[in-house]
């Protein structure tokens, strides 16, 4: 079968191994990160370790903000 899109959710790419092998199946990535709890430096150097891969990050989903 054919799909217009196919997510795939994995846990934390520096945390699980596993999950940091299913980037190279990805066309594109984005990724989550929690409010508070994951510090700015962690995320950059994820986006950065995945561009040095040759991953294409599109974009970042950040959870459990506080609304004002």
Do not use: F, H, N, W
């Amino acid at each position: 079968q054919d799909y217009d899109l196919v997510i795939i959710d994995a846990g934390g790419l520096l945390d699980d191994e596993s999950a940091l092998s299913l980037t190279p199946a990805a066309d594109q990535i984005v990724l989550v990160a929690r409010s508070g709890t994951t510090e700015r430096e962690t995320i950059t150097e994820t986006i950065q370790s995945l561009e040095q891969a040759k991953d294409r990050v599109i974009g970042l989903v950040l959870t459990m903000t506080e609304v004002v």
